[in-house]
T-cell receptor
Framework: NAGVMQNPRHLVRRRGQEARLRCSPMKGHSHVYWYRQLPEEGLKFMVYLQKENIIDESGMPKERFSAEFPKEGPSILRIQQVVRGDSAAYFCASSRRDGNEKLFFGSGTQLSVL | KQEVTQIPAALSVPEGENLVLNCSFTDSAIYNLQWFRQDPGKGLTSLLL?????REQTSGRLNASLDKSSGRSTLYIAASQPGDSATYLCAVGNNRLAFGKGNQVVVIP
């Protein structure tokens, strides 16, 4: 029973390029969450998705960031025209249902913008 | 806006001592509180989940308490071991978790 899988583990992009981060939730989990951890800061909520639906994107920057969780395939966090300030660890978590359940986290994707 | 504070930010204890980690939050109308462990360069592992109607949870050497009225939770780790060295994160909320910055723990053999 594989855990939450994130890839790539490390991603290097130059300013202005696009970054695509993938997350496959645990088997049987239909709820996905993305968090960002900036250096010296705590994890910050970005977005909560269910299959084909964005439930809460209140933590997403208004521009350049988007997320999806299609009917088939992994959840994707997409960052367009990356800037140095986007350098961070991006974590994905999943749960079977919403609310009163433990979240299971992936190992994260470390994004470095040159 | 929910603010979560963890004190102390870092601590070192000799092996065998009990660990006490504190977490405070500003909005007592929380749903759940979770304690996580994070090892360097790795993801988070959920340790304990306390639902809003509960006052504590226990798992092995770990015990977490929740006092919503005072906005506090405490994680106790009994008889600490070097393998307990990690950063411990407190998070409150339902689907949208608010995290503290963590307690960085070193257990000295």
């Amino acid at each position: 029973n594989a855990g939450v899988m994130q890839n790539p583990r490390h991603l290097v992009r130059r300013r202005g390029q696009e970054a695509r981060l993938r997350c496959s939730p645990m088997k049987g989990h239909s709820h996905v969450y993305w968090y960002r951890q900036l250096p010296e800061e705590g994890l910050k909520f970005m977005v909560y998705l269910q299959k084909e639906n964005i439930i809460d994107e209140s933590g997403m920057p208004k521009e350049r960031f988007s997320a999806e969780f299609p009917k088939e395939g992994p959840s994707i966090l997409r960052i367009q025209q990356v800037v140095r300030g986007d350098s961070a660890a991006y974590f994905c978590a999943s749960s079977r249902r919403d609310g009163n359940e433990k979240l299971f986290f992936g190992s994260g994707t470390q994004l470095s913008v040159l | 806006k929910q603010e979560v504070t963890q004190i102390p930010a870092a601590l070192s204890v000799p092996e065998g001592e009990n660990l006490v980690l504190n977490c405070s939050f500003t909005d007592s109308a929380i749903y759940n509180l979770q304690w996580f462990r994070q090892d360097p360069g790795k993801g988070l592992t959920s340790l304990l989940l306390i639902q809003s109607s509960q006052r504590e949870q226990t798992s092995g050497r770990l015990n977490a308490s929740l006092d919503k009225s005072s906005g506090r939770s405490t994680l106790y780790i009994a008889a600490s071991q070097p393998g307990d060295s990690a950063t411990y994160l407190c998070a409150v909320g339902n689907n949208r978790l608010a995290f503290g910055k963590g307690n960085q723990v070193v257990v000295i053999p």
